[in-house]
């Protein structure tokens, strides 16, 4: 029996089940100890084995195509982490140029400083940058691991001179999460992954332009063929009404986000659903992106076209609708 064959063994054994891996192992064993010297113990064969499992494992994982996107994200992040240092991406990170076809809300603005006389334009640059770092690998059981995130996007007047090209808003939004790996089939569609957490939300500014919430969450991904779906409820976490920056935000911002991918060759389109599920006073927001290769490059930067309509596309807005659309550069994508 070939080394090769024995490491083979060896793998399937350790996936397959707890009797095939001591098969493996003992035979990987009597192989070892027909070459070894008599002065190597057991526990060195047994290392021996154990190292050539890893390395073949390796070496298949490298050439072994990987249909699941997210499957391949994770074997991106995880060749990532031999950089303790290292920030993955979270969520999209863009930059594009943005029109509000609903025009820009000043009111709050006015409220706050009524002599100074806001100008927005409808014209404005909208970026986001989105990045993580994973804490902890295997915490529970061997399958939970311990992620912490941030997202800022904001909202930058850049052609507006007249008011010293200000930023309309600015939003932070740390997180902290637990994934949990899934293998369950729903009706078709595959979960294969878990994740519940924490978020925090704000814009950073005082007094009337103050906004700023909490929520605990679960996020189920589900996955079939080239589409790959996010459904995340939520609870937020009360505020005394003394301390409440946006009462009833949730009215607004709703209790859920279904988001989703569907890959199409290089094209990827993107949508975004929240709603507050009322029959009565019913709000929530609906966006629609495409994301595809730009020409003579092959880094991961790509054209980027964003639709957004309805509530919470910055927190100063999130009880005021919106209506932007937006083209630039995408830098990362969801997978």
């Known amino acids: 029996m070939t080394r090769l064959v024995t490491a083979m063994m060896l793998i399937t054994g350790l996936i397959a089940g707890p009797a095939l891996a001591s098969f493996a192992m003992d035979s990987c064993l009597l192989e070892q100890m027909d070459t070894a010297g008599e002065s190597v113990t057991v526990g060195e064969l047994k290392d021996i084995c154990l190292q050539l499992s890893n390395q073949i494992a390796q070496q298949t994982e490298e050439v072994t195509p990987i249909n699941s996107a997210i499957k391949r994200r994770g074997a991106f992040e995880r060749k990532q982490q031999d950089n303790p240092f ?40 909208k970026f ?28 930058w007047q850049m052609f507006n001179k007249d008011g010293s090209a200000p930023f309309r808003d600015s939003n932070h939004e740390p997180e902290a999460w637990l994934s949990f790996k899934q293998d369950h089939d729903y009706f078709g569609w595959h979960n294969s992954i878990i994740r519940t957490g924490f978020v925090h939300q704000s814009n950073g500014q005082s007094g009337g332009l103050s906004r700023s919430w909490n929520r605990v969450y679960a996020d189920f991904i589900f996955e079939r063929e080239n589409m790959y779906l996010s459904f995340k409820p939520w609870w937020r976490v009360p505020e005394s009404n003394a301390n409440d920056d946006n009462p009833h935000i949730e009215r607004y911002m709703g209790n859920f986000e279904l988001s989703g991918v569907y890959k199409h060759g290089d094209h990827n389109f993107d949508f975004m659903l929240r709603n507050n599920l009322r029959s009565s006073n019913n709000h929530g927001a609906f966006q629609l992106g495409w994301s595809f290769p730009i020409p003579l490059l092959s880094n991961n930067s790509r054209w980027y076209v964003q639709w957004f309509n309805g509530y919470g596309e910055s927190l100063i807005d999130y009880d005021v609708r919106s209506n932007s659309i937006g083209m630039g550069i995408q830098l990362t994508d969801w997978l």
């Not at 609903?102 to 409808?122: K, L, M, V, Y």
């Not at 992620?147 to 800022?152: C, E």
Request: net charge negative.
């Open 86 to 125: 290292s920030l993955q991406a979270h969520r999209p990170n863009y930059i594009i140029l943005s029109n509000n076809l609903a025009s820009p809300n000043e009111e709050p603005f006015d409220e706050a400083d009524p002599d100074r006389g806001f100008d927005f334009q409808p014209w404005e640059t």
């Open 128 to 155: 986001q940058l989105s990045v993580k770092v994973p804490v902890i690998r295997n915490l529970i059981r061997g399958n939970g691991d311990l992620y912490i995130a941030y997202t800022n996007r904001s909202f």
